[in-house]
């Protein structure tokens, strides 16, 4: 599939109820995804696995920097990339906070922007977030041995 991919519905502003359910979905996959690291040890984060990118900590810390570029690709949020801690359980929930502060402004708003080739829209970036999180649900359960 194309990750970069802009849908006609894109272009739609998404509306308050439709954000108080994301907000919901975004509850659930933080759940699934701190659920399936939990138990780690402290080598099993590091230890970077044959054929992978990255060690547990690597995909927890990738996950949360991800949603702060996704932000950043409207603009939004107060949170500059040096602001981010290192360790992925603090930088997690400071990027999520972030993110759940300025959802609720969106409703309604439509916006769209380009930027290094490609549009984005709240819509956009409210469905990719919630797509890379709940994709990297299922690589932290491989990667934790719970797969």
């Known amino acids: ?12 502003p998404l509306s308050a109820e439709e954000i108080e359910r994301a ?11 701190l659920a399936a690291a939990e138990g780690a040890s402290p080598a099993a984060m590091e230890e970077k696995q044959p054929g992978e990118r990255w060690a547990l900590r690597g995909v927890l810390n990738h ?5 702060w570029w996704y932000l950043n690709r409207l603009d939004l949020g107060e949170l500059t990339r040096e602001m981010l ?5 603090e ?20 916006r ?15 469905r990719r977030v919630l797509q890379h999180e709940r994709d990297h649900v ?3 359960l491989k990667l934790a041995g719970k797969a």
């Open 23 to 33: 907000l919901q979905m975004l509850r659930w996959n933080r759940a699934d995804l």
């Open 85 to 89: 801690p290192r360790d992925p359980f």
């Open 112 to 126: 769209v922007l380009g930027k290094e080739g490609e549009f984005w829209s709240p819509r956009k970036m409210l």
């Open 63 to 67: 996950v949360a920097g991800a949603e």
């Open 138 to 140: 299922g690589h932290v």
């Open 1 to 12: 599939y194309e990750v970069n991919a802009w849908f006609r519905d894109d272009w739609r």
């Open 91 to 110: 930088r997690l929930p400071l990027v999520r906070a972030e993110l759940e502060r300025v959802l609720p402004g969106l409703a309604g708003v439509q």
